[in-house]
C-alpha cells in the first residue's frame, strides 16, 4: 500500500471531518489576503496625502476586523481538528491492535515495548501529515490569491518571489531519501528504548537482586545518547527542509528591494504596493514550506506505515486502513461471545506430521503426529528443550506451522490460531500471564458469569481456599502479570481462566510446575471428576503421566516414542529415564508396578 | 498541592547545568539574531525614506544588498539556534530519563507490582518527551520572542514615545494574561496523560501477554476494553486541547486590538507631521513582527502546559521513597553467611499477616529446605530476606550484621535468588547471563554455562554470546530460560543463595543432571531452597515446614526424614504415594 492509497483510505474514512476541517482551515489561512490588501489601501491612503484622520484609519478599522474574525474561526476549527485528531488516532490504533492479535501470538513480529512506538510515534506521524494536508487547501487558495494579486501589480518582482518555490520542491524531492533515512534511524533509536524501558520494568526484581541497576543505567544511557544523535540528525533536517523555503524568501525580499529601487524611484511601485508585497511574503513563505514539507512528510511516512503495517500479518497489511468502528462517541458494544456450532463439538483431533523451526536455531519440532478422541487425557512429556511446548503452541497457531496438518472431526483446520480458541479449546501457557485488573476479571475475561459457575470453576482449579486468604477476595487486583499473587495462585487463576471458557479441550502446558503435591493431586483429581472431560496435557510428572490414555514421549523435537505409561516403560529408555528421575529414591519396579496398578484400576 | 510554576522551572533548570556553555552560546547567537532582526525593518525605512526624496539610486542598491546581506546572516543564525536548542533539550531531557529510571528502579516492589511497563515507558519516555519538545523551543522561542519584544519596544521609544508606550501597555497586558491563565491546561493535561498512560499500559500489557489473550478468546473482550481506554482518552485529551489552546487566541484578540491602536495612532502622528512615511511603515513593521513572538509564546503556552503536567507526573514519580531505607553498613563476613530470624512477623498488608514470629539460625554454610503449601510464606521469607519487603517486627541478621543496618549495594553483592519467573531482555546472549554488566569476561560466563549444562546450547547459537535472543527470549523454552536464571545468578558468585523452586519448570532427567552443578555451587555458599517437589531437597542439611506463616517444623532433615511421626517424615510418605498413585 503507498502513502498515497493510505491517506485516501484515511480521508475517505470521515469524509464529513476533512471536510469542516478544510473548510475551516481554509478560511482560516486565506484571510490574510484581506489584511494584506487593507493594508495596501492604507498606505496608499497615506501617501495620497489627506489629512481626514477617519478617512485614513477605515482601511485599519476593517483590516482589524478581520483579524478577529480570523480567530474566531481559529477557535472554531481548531475544535473540529481536535475531534479529527483523536479520529485519527483511535482507527489506526484499533486497526493495528486487532492486526496484532492476529499474528500467532510467540512469534511476533516486534517486541511489546517496540510495538508501542507503532501505536504511539507512527501514529502522530500520520496526525501530524494529516494537519498539513488540512491546511493545504486554505494555504493554496492563499498562495494561489497572492500571486494573482502581486502578478497584476507587477509581474516581474512576482516571478522573482514565486521563483524559489520550484527550486526547493526540487530539492525536496531530491532530498527524500535522506530524509526517510534518518527518520527511519530516529524511529529505531525510539523503539529501543521503550523497548527497554518495558523490558527493564518487567524485570524489576531481577535487576535489584542482579545489582544491576548501574549496568542497566549505562545501556539506558547509551540508548539514549544514540536516540539523541539520531533525533537531532532528523530533527535538524526536518527543521532545514521545513524552513529552507522561509529562509529563501527572506532572502528573496532583498532582491526584491533590490529589483523594485529603480521602480520605486521611477514612482510605478508604491508604499502600499511594497506594504502588501511584505505582508503577503511573511504568510507566503510558510504556505510554500508547507507545499516543500508536504512532499518531504509523503515520503517520510513511507516508513511510519511500513513499520505500523508489520504489525500485521502477511496478506493483511493493507487493514491498517480497514474503515472500522472506534465508538469513541459512546459506549462500546459489548464483546460477542463465540457461536457454538453443533458440528464442531469435538469428536477427535488428528495432528499429522507436524513441524516447526525457530527461525536462526536449529530447535523446532519435527514431523509429530497424534490422534486424540473425545474425553481422553493425552499428555506430552519430554526433557527440557525436547519441544513440548513448540509442539502445543504450534498446534494451536501461536508459533505458523512449517508443514503439517490438523484435522477436527475430520475436517482440515487451516487456520488453527482462528479455530482453536474458546468454545471448541482452550489454553494456560508454561508461564501464564495475568494483567492488572481484578482477579475476577482475569478469571472471567470480563464476562457477566453466573456465581454458581464461578463457584464450580474455582473448586476445579483449587482456588476456593486462597479467595478467602486474599484482602479482597476476588476483587483483589494482581497487578501487572499478576505479581500481587503467588506463582501457584496465577497458575491455578489462569487455568481457572481456562475452564471458565467452558471449551471441549483443554491444553495445559505444565500446569503443575508452580503447584506443590497436594494442590496438584486435587487438582486432577476434581477434573477427572467431571464428565466428558478431554485433555491435552505437557507434563513430566507422575500425577500426570499415570493418569494418561496415551503419552507422546519427545526427543529433540521429535516423537521418541508413544503408546500407554506401561507399554512406554517396557519399551522406551527416554521415558524410563524420565520416569526414574522424577523419583529418583524409589526403585524401578515400583513403577511399573504403580502403573500397571493404574491400568487395572482404569482397564 | 501542585508546586509553584518557579519552583518547577528552577527544577528544570537543574538538568540545564550540565549543559552551560552549550547554553551560554545559545544565548549569544539568539541575542545577536534578534539584533539582526531588529536591524532590517531599519534599512526599509530608509529605503523608503529616500525612494520618496530625490537620491541616487546606487543609495538605494547599497541599502538593498545590506538587506539581502542581514537577512543570509538571519538564516544561518536560525538555523544554529534550531540546532543547539535541540542539542541542549536532548541532552538535559536525556539526563531526566537517565535519573527516572535510575530512580524508579530503586524504588521498593510495593511500586513495581502496580506499574505496568507501557505505564512506565509513558512516565520514563512519553512525559520526558514532552518536556523536552518544550525544551527544545522554549529556548529559541520564548526567549527569543522576549527579547525581540523587548528590542521593538525599546527602539519604538526612540522614535515616538507616545506610541511606544500604548505598545508596551498592551503587551504588558497580554504578557499579565497570558501568564493569569498559562495554567488552565495543566491539569486537564495531566488526566489527558494519565489516560493515555493507561492506555498504552493495556496495549502493551496484552501485546505481552498475547498467548494467554488468543488462546482463550480474549481477543474481542480486549477490543471492547480498548474502545473504552481509547474513549477516555478522547475525552480527556479534546478537553485538554482546548483548554490549553486559550491562552493563544486571548493573546491574538489583544494583540489585534494592540496593533490596531498603535497604527491608529502612528497615523495621527503622522498627518501631525511628527514621523516620516518611512517611519510609519517601519511601525506597520515592526508591528508585523511582534505578530509572530506573541503567536509563539501563545503557541509555547500550549507546549508549556503539555510540559508542565509531563513536569509534574515526573517530579511525582521523583518525589516517590522507597519504603525501603538503607543502612550503611558495607562489610560483610568473607565466605558463606550465616543468617538468623528473631521473631520476625509480616503482612503484604496490615489486616492480613503471612509470618507469625518466625524465628531460626542457619550456620555459615549451612542448606535449609524450605517446605510448605503454596501462600504458607515460604516466598515471603526470601523476600524479607533480601528486603524487598521490610518486617514489620523482628530482626533479621546475615553474617551476624541486622540487615536494616546493611546497604543494598552490600547486600546485593553477597546475596542472591532464583525465582521461577524468569525475566529477558531482548539483547545478547551475553546481556542477558550478565544483565549488561561490561566487567564479565566471556571466559568466566563460558565456565559457569557450562557447569550448569547450558554450554551446548550456547554453542548452537549461531553468534555463540553474542546472538541475540530474539523479542524478549520468546524461542526459548522454559526450562531454558530457568538455566539461564541460575546462570545468571552463579555469575555474580553469591556467598548467601536462595532457591525459589529454580528447578520447577525442569523435567526430572534436566533436573537430575543440574542438580550436580547446583550442589557444587551450593557448596561454597549458604543455601536456602524453597521446594514443593520434596526430592529436591535431597542434600540439604536442614529442613523447615511452614504452615499458614508459622514454622511447623524444623530441624536436621535425617532426623525429621527417619522420624515418621514427623511432618516432614509424613509429607514424604504422601509425596511417594501421591508420586506412585
Keep these: ?603 | 498541592m501542585p508546586p509553584k510554576s518557579s519552583l518547577s522551572m528552577s527544577w528544570m533548570l537543574q538538568y540545564l547545568r550540565p549543559v552551560k556553555g552549550r547554553m551560554a552560546l545559545l544565548l549569544l547567537l539568539l541575542l545577536a539574531t534578534t539584533a539582526l532582526q531588529l536591524v532590517n525593518p531599519l534599512i526599509v525605512q530608509r529605503f523608503i525614506d529616500r525612494a520618496n526624496e530625490s537620491g541616487a539610486l546606487s543609495g538605494l542598491l547599497t541599502l538593498a544588498g545590506l538587506y539581502l546581506a542581514i537577512a543570509v546572516l538571519i538564516q544561518l543564525f536560525t538555523i544554529s539556534v534550531v540546532y543547539l536548542g535541540n542539542d541542549v533539550s536532548w541532552r538535559a531531557t536525556n539526563r531526566i530519563r537517565g535519573g527516572l529510571l535510575k530512580h524508579a528502579l530503586r524504588l521498593d516492589m510495593k511500586f513495581h507490582n502496580v506499574k505496568t511497563p507501557g505505564e512506565m515507558i509513558e512516565r520514563i519516555d512519553g512525559d520526558v518527551t514532552h518536556m523536552s519538545n518544550f525544551f527544545a523551543l522554549f529556548i529559541a522561542k520564548i526567549v527569543g520572542s522576549f527579547v525581540l519584544l523587548a528590542g521593538i519596544l525599546v527602539y519604538m521609544f526612540f522614535y515616538d514615545w507616545p506610541i511606544a508606550a500604548v505598545m508596551t501597555a498592551f503587551t504588558v497586558a497580554s504578557i499579565c494574561v497570558m501568564y493569569a491563565i498559562r495554567d488552565m491546561g495543566v491539569n486537564a493535561s495531566q488526566a489527558e496523560r494519565q489516560a493515555s498512560a493507561a492506555l498504552f499500559g493495556l496495549i502493551e500489557e496484552r501485546i505481552a501477554g498475547i498467548e494467554d489473550v488468543q488462546a482463550n478468546g480474549g481477543v474481542p473482550r480486549l477490543m471492547n476494553r480498548y474502545h473504552r481506554a481509547m474513549r477516555k482518552v478522547f475525552l480527556t485529551g479534546r478537553r485538554a486541547w482546548m483548554l490549553r489552546v486559550m491562552p493563544w487566541n486571548v493573546t491574538v484578540v489583544l494583540f489585534t486590538v494592540a496593533v490596531t491602536a498603535v497604527l491608529l495612532l502612528s497615523v495621527r502622528q503622522y498627518l501631525n507631521g511628527h514621523i516620516t512615511l518611512g517611519t510609519l511603515f517601519l511601525f506597520f513593521q515592526y508591528t508585523q513582527m511582534l505578530n509572530e513572538p506573541i503567536e509563539q509564546l501563545g503557541d509555547q503556552m500550549q507546549e508549556f502546559q503539555k510540559a508542565k503536567s509531563g513536569m509534574r507526573r515526573t517530579r511525582e514519580l521523583l518525589s516517590l521513597r522507597s519504603e525501603i531505607k538503607e543502612g550503611q553498613e558495607e562489610w560483610l563476613p568473607e565466605g558463606p553467611l550465616s543468617v538468623s530470624f528473631e521473631g520476625v512477623s509480616f503482612g503484604y498488608n496490615e489486616d492480613h499477616r503471612v509470618l507469625h514470629d518466625v524465628s531460626f539460625e542457619l550456620k555459615p554454610g549451612e542448606r535449609l529446605g524450605l517446605v510448605g503449601r503454596t501462600g504458607s510464606g515460604k516466598s515471603s521469607i526470601s523476600r524479607l530476606l533480601l528486603r524487598l519487603y521490610n518486617s514489620d517486627r523482628g530482626v533479621i541478621r546475615i553474617g551476624g550484621t541486622d540487615i536494616r543496618n546493611l546497604s543494598l549495594p552490600a547486600l546485593y553483592r553477597r546475596v542472591g535468588m532464583v525465582t521461577q519467573d524468569v525475566q529477558l531482555f531482548d539483547g545478547t546472549l551475553r546481556d542477558n547471563l550478565t544483565l549488561f554488566n561490561p566487567n564479565l569476561t566471556d571466559e568466566e560466563i563460558l565456565r559457569t554455562t557450562e557447569q550448569l549444562g547450558l554450554r551446548s546450547w550456547i554453542d548452537a547459537m549461531p553468534a555463540g554470546l553474542d546472538s541475540r535472543l530474539s523479542s524478549g527470549g520468546s524461542s526459548l523454552s522454559a526450562g531454558e530460560a530457568q538455566l539461564f536464571a541460575l546462570t545468571r545468578v552463579f555469575l555474580t558468585k553469591p556467598s548467601l543463595i536462595i532457591l525459589d523452586e529454580p528447578s520447577s519448570r525442569l523435567d526430572a532427567a534436566t533436573e537430575a543432571a543440574l542438580q550436580t552443578a547446583v550442589d557444587q555451587l551450593l557448596a561454597q555458599c549458604t543455601g536456602i531452597v524453597i521446594a514443593h517437589r520434596l526430592s529436591t531437597l535431597d542434600n540439604v542439611d536442614k529442613i523447615m515446614v511452614l504452615r499458614q506463616g508459622r514454622i511447623a517444623e524444623f530441624g536436621s532433615r535425617e532426623a525429621l526424614a527417619s522420624d515418621p511421626t514427623s511432618e516432614y517424615g509424613r509429607l514424604l510418605i504422601t509425596n511417594r504415594e501421591e508420586e506412585l498413585a
Design chain 1, 1 to 603: 500500500m503507498t502513502v498515497t492509497r493510505f491517506m485516501g483510505r484515511l480521508f475517505s474514512y470521515t469524509p464529513s471531518l476533512i471536510i469542516i476541517n478544510g473548510l475551516l482551515w481554509g478560511l482560516f489561512h486565506s484571510l490574510p489576503v484581506g489584511i494584506g490588501l487593507g493594508m495596501k489601501w492604507f498606505f496608499d491612503r497615506a501617501t495620497a496625502g489627506s489629512n481626514d484622520f477617519f478617512w485614513l484609519a477605515l482601511p485599519l478599522i476593517v483590516v482589524g476586523l478581520v483579524r478577529f474574525v480570523r480567530t474566531g474561526t481559529f477557535f472554531i476549527a481548531f475544535y473540529q481538528w481536535v475531534r479529527y485528531i483523536y479520529h485519527v488516532q483511535a482507527w489506526l490504533r484499533r486497526n493495528m491492535l486487532a492486526g496484532i492479535m492476529r499474528w500467532p501470538g510467540r512469534n511476533l513480529p516486534a517486541s511489546p515495548g517496540e510495538a508501542m512506538t507503532r501505536f504511539r510515534d507512527d501514529v502522530d506521524e500520520v496526525v501530524e501529515y494529516v494537519e498539513s494536508w488540512v491546511d493545504f487547501w486554505g494555504r493554496l487558495i492563499y498562495a494561489a490569491a497572492c500571486i494573482v494579486i502581486m502578478a497584476r501589480i507587477d509581474w516581474k518582482i512576482t516571478a522573482v518571489a514565486i521563483l524559489p518555490l520550484v527550486a526547493v520542491s526540487l530539492f525536496n524531492n531530491l532530498s527524500g531519501d535522506r530524509a526517510r533515512r534518518y527518520s527511519a534511524s530516529n524511529r529505531e533509536a525510539t523503539g529501543r528504548i521503550t523497548g527497554f524501558i518495558a523490558e527493564t520494568f518487567g524485570a524489576a526484581q531481577a535487576v535489584k537482586l542482579g545489582q544491576a541497576e548501574e549496568h542497566v543505567l549505562g545501556r539506558f544511557e547509551k540508548l539514549n545518547e544514540n536516540r539523541r544523535k539520531a533525533a537531532l540528525r532528523d530533527s535538524l533536517f526536518k527543521q532545514f527542509m521545513q524552513s529552507l523555503n522561509q529562509h529563501v524568501l527572506s532572502i528573496c525580499t532583498g532582491v526584491i528591494l533590490l529589483v523594485c529601487a529603480a521602480e520605486m524611484k521611477a514612482g510605478r511601485f508604491t508604499v502600499g504596493d511594497f506594504a502588501l508585497f511584505t505582508s503577503y511574503l511573511t504568510t507566503f513563505s510558510f504556505s510554500v514550506s508547507l507545499f516543500g514539507y508536504m512532499v518531504f512528510q509523503h515520503k517520510r511516512l513511507k516508513i511510519g506505515l511500513d513499520r505500523m503495517r508489520t504489525l500485521f500479518r502477511p496478506g493483511e497489511k493493507d487493514l491498517i486502513a480497514e474503515h472500522s468502528e472506534i465508538h469513541i462517541y459512546g459506549e462500546a458494544p459489548e464483546a460477542e461471545e463465540p457461536k457454538e456450532r453443533e458440528e464442531d463439538r469435538l469428536l477427535s483431533l488428528e495432528v499429522r506430521g507436524l513441524s516447526y523451526s525457530y527461525p536462526d536455531s536449529d530447535n523446532g519440532i519435527q514431523d509429530v503426529g497424534f490422534r486424540l478422541t473425545r474425553g481422553k487425557f493425552l499428555v506430552v512429556t519430554g526433557r527440557v528443550g525436547a519441544g513440548k511446548s513448540t509442539l502445543v503452541r504450534t498446534l494451536l497457531g501461536l508459533l505458523p506451522k512449517d508443514e503439517g496438518t490438523i484435522h477436527w472431526n475430520g475436517r482440515a483446520i487451516e487456520d488453527p490460531a482462528e479455530f482453536l480458541k474458546p468454545p471448541r479449546s482452550a489454553y494456560t501457557p508454561q508461564v501464564p500471564r495475568l494483567f492488572s485488573d481484578t482477579l475476577r476479571e482475569n478469571i472471567t475475561q470480563g464476562k457477566d458469569v453466573a456465581p454458581e459457575r464461578l463457584d464450580r470453576v474455582l473448586r476445579l482449579s483449587v482456588m476456593e481456599r486462597d479467595i478467602k486468604t486474599l484482602e479482597n477476595g476476588l476483587d483483589t487486583l494482581v497487578g501487572p502479570r499478576g505479581v500481587m499473587l503467588s506463582g501457584g495462585q496465577i497458575q491455578r487463576a489462569a487455568t481457572a481462566r481456562m475452564l471458565m471458557t467452558g471449551s471441549d479441550l483443554f491444553i495445559f502446558d505444565d500446569l503443575s510446575s508452580a503447584l506443590d503435591v497436594e494442590t496438584e493431586k486435587t487438582l486432577w483429581e476434581r477434573l477427572f471428576q467431571e464428565p466428558d472431560v478431554t485433555c491435552i496435557a505437557v507434563s513430566h510428572r507422575r500425577a500426570a503421566l499415570s493418569r494418561a490414555d496415551h503419552i507422546l514421549v519427545m526427543k529433540d523435537g521429535k516423537v521418541e516414542a508413544e503408546g500407554t505409561l506401561a507399554e512406554l516403560l517396557e519399551t522406551s529408555a527416554e521415558m524410563r529415564l524420565l520416569w526414574q528421575g522424577e523419583e529418583t529414591s524409589s526403585a524401578e519396579t515400583h513403577g511399573e508396578d504403580a502403573a500397571r496398578e493404574k491400568e487395572s484400576v482404569r482397564g
